[in-house]
Every structure is written in C-alpha cells, then in structure tokens.
C-alpha cells in the first residue's frame, strides 16, 4: 500500500470522498488503472445515492477502508474498450453497480449468481484482483471488466435508470426467484423508499395486485395515484392490518430499521412468502408457530446476477419504469445524504456528474 | 354445556387424562359420538406419544382445556362403519393422526392441505362440529370421519408404525414441498428425538447425504450405526461447526427448545433452506444477514394433508421405515412423560393401549 491513491494506476480521475466516520464528503483526487483487454472505460454521467452508501461513509457496518468514494447505481458513455472486449463499443450508454469482479469459478458464479460468490469484488471499499481498493460513481470515470458492465437501452434515460442498478435488482430479482410474478397475485410493499417504490412498479408491470404497507399514512395518495399502488396499509393501525390478515402471496420488505416480523408473516396467505432485501444490524425475532400455521416463509435476497440485471434493465425499459429521481449537484452531495438519512426524498438522490464534478484545477 | 363428559355421547369410553397444569394422568370416563354415516369406529390397540402431548398436558402453550386426553399417533382395528364409508371395513387395520375434521371447502381443504384449513379440528383439545371437546388416543376407542383415517399398509408394524401418524408426516411432508428429495444432496436434521430420528430414515430413503446436528455427543454412534446417518455435528463444537459452514442444501429443524437459528443457518449453501417443525413457546431469534447474504429461507410446516400423509405411509412401508419405540403401559405414562420431559427416551414411547388396563 506504497502508493498515494493518485498515483496508484494511469489514469487520473476525481470525485468525491469520505476521509473518516463523520462521513463528510468532500473533493478527492485518485486514479483509475489502464483499460485492460477485458475492460470497458466510461465517462460517468450520473450516480444513485443508495442508503448503502450512507451506511457505509460512516462505517456502520464496521468495513470501510477510507478514504471511501462510494456509489453503486453508475451510468455513463463509453470511451474506450480493451481488446478482447466483445459486447460493447464507444458511445455505447452503460452502467455499472454493485460488483466489480467474482471469482468466475465457484458454484454461484457458474450459474450466474456472481453476487453470491464468497470472493465477489464490491463496486466500493472492496480490494480488486490487482490489491488495489475499488472506487465508486461519485466520480468522473470508471473501470470496469465488461462482465460487470450493463448495457443500458437506447431511448432509456441515464438518469433515472442509474437507481435500478442496485434498488432495481434488489427487488427485480426475489420478484421473481420467489415466484412473486404470477399475473392476479397480490404482493405487499413494506417501505416506500428507493427500494419499495421501484418494487410497486415492477410489481405491476408484471401484473401484480400491490399494497403499500408503510408507517407514514402522508405517502398514501401518492402511493395510490402516482406509484400505481392498489392499496396502502398504515402499519401502526391496528384495525387496518387485522382486516388484511391472510391476504398476500408475498411481501417485499425494504425495511433496514429493526422492526417486529410477526405482523408481517400475519398479513401472508397459507404458504406465503416474507422476503427481506434490507438488513437490520440486529438480529430479528421469528416466532416459529406463525410459520408453521401456514406453511409460511422467511427469505432473503442481495441483489442479483450480472446476467439478471441487464435482465431487469431491458424488463425496465420495455414497460417504461423508472426511478423518481431528484437529480443534485456534487456539492449537494452532503445535504442530500443528510436529507436522506430522514428518509426526505422522493425517492432517489442522482448526482449529475457529468455536469457538476469537476475537479477545480 | 349441561353433560358430563360421560354422558355428553351414546357410546362409552376410557382414557387417561390430565386435569391441570401439572400434567399428571389419570383414568377418566367419557363418551363419544354414535357412529354417523362417514363415520369409523376404530379400537385403539397403540398410541405414539408426541411432544406435543407434553406441552399440552402441561398449558405451555395456554390453549389447554382441561381435563385434556391427548393422543395423535392412533393405530388399531375398525369395529364399525357408518353407511357411506366405502374405503373401510370391520377388521382393517387403520391409523388416525392430528387432524379429525377440516371445511372441506377453503382452498386449502380444496388441495388436499386440510392442515392448513383455518377452521380444522385436531384430535385433541379442540371444539368439535357439535361443540363437544375432541378427546384423543390416551383412550380404547376413537369415532372419525373416513376422510380422516388412514390405511395401515399389511407390511407396517402397528405400534413401530404409530408415531409415523404424527412425527414421520410432520417431516416428510416438507421434505417434499420444499424439494430436499435430490439423490445426492446434503441433509442436516437438528435434534434426534421423535421427529429427527424419522427425519434421518426418510433422508436416507430420498438418497440424500444426511448430518445429525444435536448438541448431544453421545447420540453420535446410534446416529450413525443404528439410524444410518452419514455424519454427526456436535454444534456446541464451534471448530466443527466452522468447518461445516455452506455445506448443506437443505436443515429440517426439529428442535422444540428456544434457540439461535443463526449457527445452523451458517451451515446452509447458497438459496439453502431451513424448515422449522419444532414448536418453540418464543420467538427464534434470525440474523437477517445470514438469509440476505446468501439467499437463504426459513420456513414452517405443520403435519400433512390426508392424502400426503397416506403417501407417507405408503412410502415408509415400501422403504421398510418404522420408528424406535419404547413401548409401556396406560398406566406408566406419568413416568414416560417425565422421561420425555428430559429428552430420556430412543425415540418414542408409544402406549400398548390393547394390552393396558384402562381403569
């Protein structure tokens, strides 16, 4: 670990930095490597603020490597290939999230499930192949091995579609492992952020019947009238939950607060399914009879397979679902994750990049 | 609810009941119902004891309704049947397992799942269709519905085969749903008692690789030379335990204690699978990462259909599977109870109710 991170590789890139758990950001210079033979290199036009992100700048789950440059949900312009790089050109609109390398090897990448692999290679924080750690989208370009790079649709915007990079996937994927794509099911959202309003989209392109459960009744008429929502469930009123009881195939959790199970698995037909895509940092209590009276099921899911991304990439743009975004400036960048840590936005942060981060010479 | 339990039917009847929390047995008259028009008559001659049978005697679960004649594990022989029963005559030998009576109509009725119908009726501790408690086979004789009896395969012995009505469905059925039938796979089985010991043999039968997991050390020679396991797992062995870790596709959970589900669900694969059937009185305690990061479920399953629980039947006669009983008389069953109490038994007693004196 000799090397300054400006110097480590070839190429020069800027963006923006944690340098400790306060989780400020501010400007950082770095590099990037050389485009290897399998490597695409993209200007980055714009970069999801994913929760994930905020967790990590201030080192809540304990393995950040600092300075951190974050972000995971990257969309930009191809401007240079490797040589034995086959499925993309310049010019070409792409993305990048969550993964940057697996070990191509173990019996989860063989079939496709490289975000499973035990030596999977996150987009952030995370040690590449060459020993070096990885930097994320809060930047001006990125490196990638063309088998962690996404095509994205033309006639798809760059900006609302970076956010399904990693929240799209996230509930693309259980959707549809867990068999919760069936046309007349009727599947619960829990939590209407990032994660649970792409859910409620995806969810009825694929013809699902959807309720909204949430704490907040104030997202009620926009759940309904703007997300296409079939209903909303106020999870804090008693009356409204003993009256859905036993009415859903499924429910996508997009909760990360620790929060009770056991009203949630209430709400689940016989032989319905829990699915959690958030991850509380405490262990959450499971009372055995509620699954077994029905045959019930606790799973979970982290995001999804190279292969099933682009899936849900080209799934999102054929029905036109996007994220709503609020598109910020570099400089926001603090305010927004300070905005988000409240949960105030509607329902992504994207940082322009393109436009606003700029190295000041 | 003017009747006595002796007077509330026409046909007289003895079992062994418990009257309070304590749990403790003793003889109790009763009656049950006229044999009806679906209705089999059954002579008792064995009856498994569950666990479930404990925790009810005793109110751990406080849905107890004393006095409690507990009992799902019936075998005996048909005595009478009413004139719609076509699959049964005097003389077959029959099982009755947990559930007697469900809707018929819900959509689980519809599947066959009638163990999931919201309005089924167990054999014990329940309110029948007439209002009257049901009463189970701690008891010289039992009135069901036919679609709720069970033929006893010819090859099946009768008392090994009892405990099969309650324990070998109880692991069979999700063994099946949740797909853990693939010749090669690796099965965990958590705790060897009644339903574990069954969850091996049925493992074995499937052709899967099978791991006792059990914090007993001493269980290790039975699991392997008697019950056919491949391995043992000490799980209060942490090195062990690490070193099993992403091992397993598959864990039937049959612990009934309280306990962390985090160190068996390190001990699953990727899209491993986890299937709780022990009734713990808490709540379990899940590591949400340990599901997240791997794909990994939990889920639950409660005893079988009638038509599944015939398959099982059918398939345990054919692979030559019975339970390890210790057999013992109506009137020892206060001593059995206790034994059970402290896991003391190889791995089911079930009472000699033909060969006991009831009062």
């Not at chain 2, 005697?57 to 048909?78: D, K, L, M, Q, S």
């Not at chain 2, 109870?337 to 791995?347: F, G, I, N, T």
């Amino acid at each position: 670990m000799g090397q300054a991170p400006e110097q480590e590789h070839p190429k020069n890139a800027f963006g923006w930095a944690a340098k400790d758990t306060s989780g400020v950001l501010s400007p950082f210079h770095f590099s990037r490597r050389a485009t290897g033979e399998k490597d695409v290199t993209f200007k980055v036009t714009h970069c999801g603020i994913c929760h994930s992100d905020l967790h990590m700048i201030k080192n809540e789950w304990g393995n950040t490597i600092y300075p951190i440059v974050p972000g995971h949900e990257i969309v930009g312009v191809v401007t240079e290939v490797g040589s034995k790089v086959s499925k993309f050109k310049v010019g070409d609109k792409v993305g990048v999230g969550c993964m940057v390398g697996s070990c191509r090897s173990c019996d989860s990448c063989a079939i496709d499930l490289e975000n499973y692999c035990p030596k999977v290679i996150m987009t952030y924080a995370n040690k590449y192949h060459d020993g070096t750690i990885t930097y994320g989208g809060y930047s001006d370009i990125m490196v990638a091995d063309e088998h962690f790079v996404v095509r994205i649709p033309e006639g798809t915007p760059l900006d609302a579609t970076a956010p399904l990079l990693c929240a799209g996937i996230t509930v693309y994927s259980p959707l549809r492992f867990y068999g919760l794509d069936k046309p007349g099911m009727h599947v619960g959202v829990v939590g209407l952020g990032g994660l649970g309003h792409v859910a409620v989209k995806f969810a009825k392109a694929m013809g699902v019947k959807v309720t909204v459960i949430s704490t907040s009744p104030s997202k009620k008429s926009e759940a309904i009238e703007r997300l296409g929502a079939d209903s909303f469930l106020v999870s804090r009123d008693q009356d409204e939950m003993q009256a859905a009881m036993g009415t859903m195939d499924g429910i996508i959790d997009t909760v990360s607060a620790v929060h009770p199970l056991m009203p949630l698995i209430g709400l689940l037909k016989s032989q319905g399914k829990l699915v959690l895509v958030g991850a509380p940092e405490k262990p959450l209590e499971l009372p055995a009879f509620s699954l077994l009276m029905g045959r019930k099921i606790v799973g979970g899911s982290m995001i999804g397979g190279m292969k099933e991304t682009q899936e849900m990439i080209d799934f999102a743009a054929k029905h036109n679902i996007r994220a709503d975004i609020e598109v910020i400036p570099a400089d926001y960048v603090n305010t927004a994750l300070e905005r988000l840590a409240k949960a105030d936005v509607r329902y992504r942060f994207v940082i322009d990049v393109a436009n606003t981060m700029k190295s000041t010479p | 609810m003017a009747k006595s339990p002796e007077t509330e039917h026409p046909q007289k009847a003895i079992g062994w009941a418990a009257r309070d929390n304590t749990g403790t047995f003793s003889p109790f008259h009763f009656s049950r119902r006229e044999t009806g028009a679906d209705d089999v008559t059954i002579k008792i001659l064995f009856c498994g004891i569950c666990h479930s049978d404990l925790h009810c005697a005793r109110n751990e679960w406080g849905v107890t309704n004393y006095p409690i004649v507990p009992g799902h594990e019936i075998v005996g022989t048909v005595t009478k049947v009413g004139n719609n029963v076509s699959k049964f005559k005097e003389g077959d030998k029959v099982g009755v397992g947990v559930l007697v009576a469900s809707c018929q109509k819900c959509e689980s009725c519809q599947q066959g799942l009638e163990n999931y119908c919201p309005n089924m009726i167990l054999t014990y501790n329940s309110i029948d269709r007439d209002g009257t408690k049901t009463y189970g086979g701690y008891s010289d004789l039992i009135v069901v519905d036919q679609h709720y009896v069970l033929r006893f395969p010819d090859n099946m012995p009768l008392d090994a085969g009892a405990p099969l009505l309650c324990a070998g469905i109880t692991v069979y059925s999700p063994m099946k749903y949740y797909g853990m039938t693939e010749p090669g796979k690796h099965l965990g089985v958590a705790g060897l008692g009644g339903l574990g010991h069954v969850a091996v043999k049925i493992g074995k039968a499937f052709g899967l690789k099978v791991t006792v997991i059990s914090t007993s050390p001493k269980k290790e020679s039975e699991a392997i030379s008697k019950l056919g396991a491949d391995a043992f797992l000490v799980s209060s062995d942490p090195a062990k335990v690490k070193a099993a870790m992403g091992t397993m596709d598959y864990i039937i959970d049959t612990v009934s204690a309280v306990h962390s589900l985090a160190p068996l669900l390190g001990l699953l694969k990727v899209n491993g699978k986890l299937v709780t059937v022990g009734l713990p009185e808490k709540p379990l305690e899940v590591p949400i990462f340990a599901l997240v990061g791997a794909r990994r479920l939990v889920g639950g399953s409660n005893v079988g259909g009638m038509k599944e629980t015939q398959e099982m039947l059918d398939f345990c006669a054919k692979h030559n599977i019975a339970a390890d009983i210790e057999l013992v008389r109506m009137d020892q069953i206060n001593t059995a109870m206790e034994r059970l109490a402290k896991s003391d038994v190889k791995y089911r007693f079930v009472i000699d109710v033909g060969n006991s004196k009831l009062q």
